[in-house]
């Protein structure tokens, strides 16, 4: 298993968070790919290296979706056929819970995302971005995922080389992932996990405005692809995926 972690001006508790990941799923390589977060962030970066982690560090900031096709490409270059699980670094993920996301994907073979379930203290744009983008994925896709927004997700190895040729920079390529696996037929596993914010999320780098366009206009373009008929370009191919394994559900990688 890769625990890729995607960061960009990391804080502090990212080198824990490096040290419970690896004690939690042990045997596993946690990968944090760096988003040109300059020469401020190189403690925390190398303190991260030092809990166990394997650090990439891009010169500019490109935003999220380069940085996850580096770690995608990286995983599948250096540990060919190893699953990959993506976890944020602001500490809206808890460990336990990305264990069990790992232990799903494990089981059906299926990408599994982690969704929250936005209940208890929520700041008020994160809740309501979330059920805007839940109903319009709805509409789009005939499908309801609970969190079209969630940076926990498992990809079984087979879906890597695939996941790299996904447009998106920023935060739209994680909604583009999911409408193509969806439009593609593939079964989109959920696990519930617990709803953290830190702070009033004062840790997220996303942008309500630009993001919330970006984010729609994949959803809008399925839209038009469902009411029409036409296949979307880079659509995944069914047999990317094999939704049952002979492995049994753990936390060995």
């Known amino acids: ?25 042990p045997g596993a390589d946690v990968l944090v790919v760096d988003d040109g977060s300059g020469p401020a962030a190189a403690g ?16 500019v900031n490109r935003g999220k979706g380069v940085v996850l096709r580096t770690g995608f490409r990286y995983a599948s ?19 336990p819970d990305v264990c069990a996301v790992t232990d799903r994907m494990r089981a059906t073979g299926a990408p599994t995302l982690g969704v929250r379930g936005f209940d208890g203290e929520v700041p008020a744009r994160s809740r309501f971005g979330n059920a805007a983008t839940r109903v319009a994925f709805r509409l789009a896709t005939g499908r309801d995922v609970r969190d079209t927004q969630t940076g926990l997700r498992a990809y079984p190895s087979a879906l890597l080389g695939w996941l790299t040729t996904i447009p998106g920079d920023r935060f739209e390529y994680e909604m583009t992932v999911l ?9 989109v596993e959920q696990v519930e996990i617990a709803t953290r914010y830190h702070g009033d999320n ?52």
């Open 179 to 187: 409408l193509r696996l969806v439009r593609a037929g593939l079964p």
């Open 44 to 59: 925390v970066l190398e303190a991260a290296r030092d809990r166990g982690a394997t650090v990439l560090r891009r010169r």
């Open 202 to 253: 004062s840790g997220s780098h996303f942008s309500a405005l630009a993001d919330s366009v970006r984010i729609y206009r994949p959803l809008a373009a399925s839209a038009l692809a469902r009411l029409t008929g036409r296949a979307e370009v880079g659509d995944v191919p069914a047999a990317a995926v094999t939704t049952s394994r002979p492995t049994p559900a753990s936390r060995t990688p």
């Open 77 to 95: 270059t250096h540990h060919p056929g190893r699953d990959v699980i993506c976890v944020d670094a602001d500490g809206q993920h808890c460990v």
């Open 1 to 25: 298993m890769i625990v890729l972690v995607p960061v960009y001006r990391p804080g502090d508790r990212l080198p824990p968070l490096v040290g419970d990941l690896r004690d939690a799923l």
